[in-house]
């Protein structure tokens, strides 16, 4: 392990409140990359491979992600061997006051106008030693010159990536990038930074023998991070997949709209690389279909759902978690509907259903889950309706069923108020009668679809 390798800057890619304020840009949307080397690419590579740069990656995952863009910039040379939109304003060796220089910057504005400007600035500067408040003042002129052009113009920050033996310089550059977004974003025009320092190592995301560059590893990280940020510029708020109830809603097809509308995520981009491109954690399930995975405390995803009939449903959360204490609250409009204390299952393979009473109106709305609570995966969350037959008293007690865990099962059958032995007996003597007489959903307590022998064992586990 090199002793440089991971000297993390305590930067977390966010996106400001101004962001929540600005509507997704309409029509193609226009992006210039704006940088050095890393932007503009090169034929000859250190370790003497071909490297299509982050620019290559991102038109990927923005072509397939649906979004209709359009790269623009005065560069499009070398013409590197791969299909993508290559128009860009990458400049190899480029410091910050390079594009300040004769008027460079406004000069090229002159041939577009961006509705988007990614700017990956500053490694130069850290390398050459340029004084931080000379590379922040730097990049303040080219946010001015950019909004000169576009008084809207949505403007992304990337923090400096590491290379192999970086000094001091870089890391107090990355710590004083944001203060441009927080003096200098408005709601007109946001300033997002992108956070492409933490997570990534010097050397194994780097070619050799420099590691200055990025090899494939390195540009499909920054890629992924900018796509991130972008994703709420790009998209309309609304439902990413119609969503009824009752119902299963698979955690993967939260809202879209992006950070801070759709979603909370902690970490920088998608940890599982699996479904979708932006900052929630989803990964590929060894049994198929996908999982939200490595949910932190404060996260949080919303869906847009169409709830067929108001009434009482059970809410059948399908987890893994794999320490005490988590819990899963649901709200349904901002109104609370309940919370699901999650079983420990011990491993993040290993997973439990945890089910709660939910009362639900007619109609769309947006349902919430907040986790609390670190480590723990999410499946889905499934809604069946409860029966609105009324319970009866299972004979011979002429007490009413309750449900004193309140789970959506009535395991107390002879209404004493406690699950114990008692009722394990009368669910046996009388499973033919409940089957008959009782709704079903009130006594398949293994959510099979009917009323049986193992239901009278998970009566008796629960005791």
């Keep these: 392990m090199h002793p440089l390798r ?30 050095d080397s890393i932007t503009q690419g090169t034929l000859q590579n250190d370790d003497g491979l071909s490297h299509p740069t982050y620019r290559y990656w991102l038109w990927q995952t923005l072509q397939s992600s649906g979004y209709d863009v359009d790269f623009v910039g005065s560069v499009d040379q070398p013409v590197l061997p791969y299909s993508f939109d290559q128009e860009n304003e990458g400049h190899d060796g480029y410091r910050t006051r390079d594009f300040l220089t004769g008027d460079r910057l406004k ?12 700017v990956h600035l500053g490694s130069n500067d850290a390398m050459d030693g340029v004084p931080v408040e000379t590379t922040i003042g730097n990049l303040k002129q080219i946010v001015t ?29 990355n710590s004083a990038i944001p203060g441009i977004a927080a003096s200098m974003s408005t709601p007109s025009s946001p300033i997002v930074i992108v ?20 090899n494939r590893q390195g540009e499909q990280k920054i890629a992924a991070r900018y796509a991130a940020a972008l994703a709420p510029f790009l998209e309309e708020p609304g439902p990413y997949r119609d969503l009824s109830i009752p119902g299963r809603i698979e955690a993967e097809d939260y809202d879209r709209g992006g950070a801070g509308v759709a979603y909370h995520d902690t970490t920088a981009g998608n940890q599982g690389g699996a479904y979708r491109h932006d900052d929630v954690d989803i990964e590929q399930m060894a049994g198929g279909g996908y999982d939200l995975c490595f949910i932190r405390d404060g996260e949080w995803v919303t869906y847009t759902v169409q709830v067929a009939a108001a009434g009482e449903y059970t809410a059948t959360f399908r987890t893994a978690a794999w320490s005490d204490g988590h819990t899963v609250a649901l709200s349904v409009d901002g109104s609370s509907a309940g919370t699901a204390v999650l079983a420990n299952t011990g491993s993040s393979e290993v997973y439990a259903d945890t089910t709660i009473p939910v009362s639900l109106p007619a109609g769309t709305y947006t349902l919430t889950l907040r986790f609390a609570g670190d480590g723990q995966n999410l499946d889905y969350v499934a809604f069946t309706a409860v029966p609105a037959t009324t319970l009866q008293p299972v004979p011979p007690s002429t007490l009413m069923p309750t449900d004193p865990n309140h789970d959506g099962v009535y395991e107390d059958l002879d209404g004493s108020g406690i699950a114990d032995f008692n009722d394990v007996v009368l669910f046996f003597n ?4 409940i089957a008959g007489h009782e709704p079903l959903a009130a006594f398949d307590v293994n959510r099979n679809g009917q009323v049986d022998f193992d239901d009278i064992v998970r009566v008796f586990s629960l005791l």
């Design 430 to 433: 009388q499973m033919d009668w």
């Design 145 to 173: 010159i950019l909004r000169a052009k576009n008084p809207s113009i949505v403007i992304l920050i990337g923090t400096v990536i590491p290379r192999g033996g970086y000094g001091p310089n870089l890391p107090a550059l």
């Design 6 to 35: 991971s000297a993390p800057v305590c930067l977390l890619a966010f996106v400001l409140f101004f962001v929540l304020l600005v509507a997704p840009v309409a029509g193609t949307v226009r992006i210039v990359p704006i940088g």
């Design 195 to 214: 956070d492409q320092f933490t997570g990534y190592d010097g050397y194994d995301d780097n070619q050799p023998l420099r590691y200055l560059h990025p």
């Design 107 to 118: 000069t090229w504005l002159s041939g577009y106008s961006p509705d988007i400007a990614i």
